[in-house]
């Protein structure tokens, strides 16, 4: 997939407030610090689409981008910032959760993962609450060039242990880097034909 063109719409803090959902969508969700804002800009090739802060917690909104006039990457707030407080933690709980649940147009999602670190509770527990409610989604372990080959080759070893104590089959899993851009083309690739689906069936997750 070549893209052509990427233009930011709108931000929302409800699923009322997003845009019509005439196009797939395709929303990216990690922990706060991921790396999320670089992989989007990675992705579209576009170096200030998404906001790249040091400031952990940054993204408050769901930002919705109109890639090459055809679907919606969503950038989702980011969770687990300690700094935030409970009632922001839970304001972002609900908006997210009612997205994730609610939201017909959207096809995946594409959960961050910080390939540098060990598996993390609030990861695992995310993605077991995605799969209790059959939201769709695939990992992207990040800042893979960060590390060396043994420490990934062995974190990622834990991840597939932890994941497979709790299902008979772990979720699939791109490794990427923002830096190489490593799995951009792997991503673009899944989306594009997941577009193909989308177009086929009319509809979003819920009728795959």
Same mark, same amino acid.
């Given at each position: 997939? &070549?893209?052509?063109k990427a233009? #930011? &719409?709108?931000?929302?803090?409800n699923?009322? !407030?997003?845009?019509?959902?005439?196009?797939?969508?395709?929303?990216? $969700?990690?922990?706060?610090?991921?790396?999320?804002?670089?992989?989007?800009n990675?992705?579209?090739?576009?170096? !200030?689409?998404?906001?790249?802060?040091?400031?952990?917690g940054?993204?408050?909104?769901?930002?919705?981008?109109? $890639?090459?006039?055809?679907?919606?990457?969503?950038?989702?707030? !980011?969770?687990g910032?300690?700094?935030?407080?409970?009632?922001?933690?839970?304001?972002?709980e609900?908006?997210i959760?009612?997205?994730?649940?609610?939201?017909?147009?959207?096809?995946?999602?594409?959960?961050?993962?910080?390939s540098?670190?060990?598996?993390?509770?609030?990861?695992?527990?995310?993605?077991?609450?995605?799969a209790?409610?059959?939201?769709? #989604?695939?990992?992207?372990?990040?800042?893979?060039?960060?590390?060396?080959?043994?420490?990934?080759?062995?974190?990622?070893?834990?991840?597939?242990?932890?994941?497979?104590?709790?299902?008979?089959? +772990?979720?699939?899993?791109?490794?990427?880097?923002?830096?190489?851009?490593?799995?951009?083309?792997?991503?673009?690739?899944?989306?594009? !034909?997941?577009?193909?689906? #989308? +177009?086929?069936?009319?509809?979003?997750? #819920?009728?795959?």
């Amino acid at each position: 997939m &070549i893209i052509r063109k990427a233009d #930011f &719409i709108k931000s929302a803090t409800n699923v009322a !407030g997003c845009p019509e959902p005439v196009y797939p969508e395709y929303a990216f $969700i990690g922990r706060s610090n991921v790396g999320k804002s670089s992989l989007i800009n990675m992705l579209t090739l576009r170096k !200030g689409l998404a906001r790249i802060s040091s400031t952990p917690g940054k993204t408050q909104l769901m930002s919705h981008f109109l $890639i090459n006039e055809e679907w919606y990457l969503v950038d989702l707030p !980011g969770y687990g910032y300690a700094r935030r407080s409970k009632k922001a933690r839970a304001s972002w709980e609900i908006m997210i959760r009612n997205y994730l649940t609610q939201r017909t147009s959207l096809v995946m999602v594409f959960l961050l993962i910080d390939s540098r670190i060990p598996p993390q509770e609030m990861d695992l527990e995310f993605m077991q609450w995605m799969a209790e409610k059959e939201v769709p #989604f695939i990992l992207l372990f990040t800042k893979t060039d960060k590390i060396s080959a043994k420490v990934l080759s062995q974190n990622l070893k834990e991840y597939k242990a932890e994941l497979l104590e709790r299902w008979d089959e +772990a979720p699939s899993a791109i490794l990427t880097s923002s830096r190489s851009q490593k799995g951009r083309e792997e991503v673009l690739q899944l989306i594009e !034909g997941l577009n193909s689906n #989308f +177009a086929a069936q009319g509809s979003g997750k #819920f009728n795959q």
